[in-house]
């Protein structure tokens, strides 16, 4: 094991990661990123980003994560190309441990492990990301101005999304396995009043439909679980929005977290309730979700790192 005791160190290599990673590498912290097991996180199957701040014509996610970790290297960050399994905050310094079986020693440490999309597991739901099937409407909804999506869902999410969706699509087809949803009565309402969303219930996906040569979406078969019977909706998009799983696990058993696993941080800080545990991007945010956000936190978490240990070095 190497006895090196690291300043800061950031588990995740997203938009909240490396960020952090920047902001602490300018404060002379010698940060050290452990990447995980997606390196650049959700923009790296994110065909195109228009919505972040300085590429008015548009930047690719793996581009876009290509320049953020650029910028965290310049600054000093360290990359250790691996998967951290577990984090020791029993004892100080923190001891995170890798796959590879390696220990990495820290003073502080960063949770930005971000939040994986549940997709309803369908070979064509991987095969055609970023080729019209997505998980994020916020993100990739423009995309669809006057065109026709598909969303399947049946909570508070699949609702936003289909409502939100809306303001792009000339058509929402909401596909839903049960005859009855589960969300709020409010986003419920909001979603059956709307004239540009047709509910499809009692369905579900059996397969996403493109065009012969893998290059975009037309469609959507689905089943109905009553009767049986199978039919093709002709669409150009499609959003799975069964809600996300925050990518957890290797703290959720020595960090508070909320009912759904996402993690906790004190009002006002992105400290955990481990002193010196700090937190960042879609790993504790259940409501944006977006890179800007996440790269703010990371700004964030990075300062509360720094802050942190000063208080340390006069205590």
């Not at 404060?27 to 923009?43: C, E, F, R, S, W």
């Not at 839903?176 to 969300?183: P, Q």
């Amino acid at each position: 094991m190497d006895n090196t005791i690291h300043s800061v160190v950031i588990i995740g290599s997203g938009p909240a990661g490396l960020t952090a990673a920047i902001y602490a590498g300018r404060a002379n912290l010698h940060p050290v990123v452990i990447d995980g097991m997606q390196p650049g996180g959700q923009l790296m199957i994110t065909t195109d980003v228009e919505n972040y701040p300085g590429f008015p014509e548009g930047i690719t996610g793996p581009e876009l994560m290509d320049l953020f970790r650029k910028q965290a290297t310049r600054f000093g960050t360290t990359f250790i190309e691996d998967e951290a399994t577990s984090v020791d905050v029993t004892q100080k310094p923190f001891h995170i441990n890798l796959g590879s079986g390696d220990v990495v020693l820290a003073k502080t440490v960063i949770i930005a492990s971000g939040a994986s999309a549940q997709w309803l597991g369908l070979e064509s739901e991987k095969r055609l990301q970023g080729k019209g099937v997505s998980a994020c409407a916020t993100c990739d909804g423009f995309f669809y101005r006057g065109k026709v999506v598909a969303v399947v869902g049946g909570g508070d999410t699949a609702m936003e999304e289909a409502s939100y969706l809306t303001h792009h699509a000339s058509k929402v087809y909401l596909i839903h396995r049960r005859d009855a949803f589960r969300a709020s009565k409010i986003m419920q309402d909001r979603v059956l009043s709307n004239p540009k969303i047709e509910v499809v219930w009692n369905s579900i996906v059996e397969d996403i439909l493109d065009d012969g040569a893998g290059k975009f979406v037309t469609g959507v078969r689905v089943k109905n679980v009553k009767t049986g019977e199978v039919k093709d909706i002709s669409c150009d998009g499609y959003f799975v929005a069964i809600g996300h799983k925050p990518n957890t696990n290797i703290v959720r058993d020595v960090l508070k977290t909320d009912g759904s696993g996402y993690l906790l941080h004190v009002p006002d800080s992105s400290e955990t309730d481990i002193p010196g545990v700090f937190v960042a991007g879609d790993v504790h945010d259940n409501r944006y979700r977006q890179a800007i956000t996440a790269a703010g936190a990371g700004c964030r978490a990075a300062i509360d790192a720094e802050r942190w240990l000063e208080t340390q070095a006069h205590a």
